[in-house]
Nanobody, 127 residues
Framework: QLHVVESGGGMVQSGGSLTLSCVPS????????IGWYRQAPGKEREGVTC???????TYSASVKGRFAISRDNAQNTVYLQMNSLKPEDTAVYYC?????????????????????WGQGTPVTVSS
């Protein structure tokens, strides 16, 4: 069964850093869009960042300048580098990889509706 696996979550103090990883199982990341989402307790899942097959990236306003998404197709891994973490970043972080493949197409805006999802990795930021 095709799915993705996230890792790297944990507990960190405010101002600290964490790097999350996302590895697909049974397929490659080539020509796919990948996004990171998060869900805090009692809140809806929200988009954090996304990277297209072309390498174009988008970030939510709340993380722009602090978080960075990157992809290493050779290692078949996507990373989310999170710096200057704040207590409000506390959430379960999910990786989503597009089911659709494309070289130049734009997938990120609709990624949530058609993606392979992981089980999530929790991030807790203490003040």
């Amino acid at each position: 069964q095709l799915h993705v696996v996230e890792s790297g979550g944990g507990m960190v103090q405010s101002g600290g850093s964490l790097t999350l990883s996302c590895v697909p199982s049974g397929f490659t990341l080539d020509h796919r869009a990948i996004g990171w989402y998060r869900q805090a307790p009692g809140k809806e899942r929200e988009g954090v960042t996304c990277i297209e097959s072309s390498g174009d990236t988008t970030y939510s306003a709340s993380v722009k300048g602090r978080f960075a998404i990157s992809r290493d197709n050779a290692q078949n891994t996507v990373y989310l580098q999170m710096n200057s973490l704040k207590p409000e970043d506390t959430a379960v972080y999910y990786c989503a990889v597009s089911r659709r493949v494309t070289v130049y197409g734009v997938i990120c805006p609709g990624l949530r509706e058609s993606a392979y999802w992981g089980q999530g990795t929790p991030v807790t930021v203490s003040s």
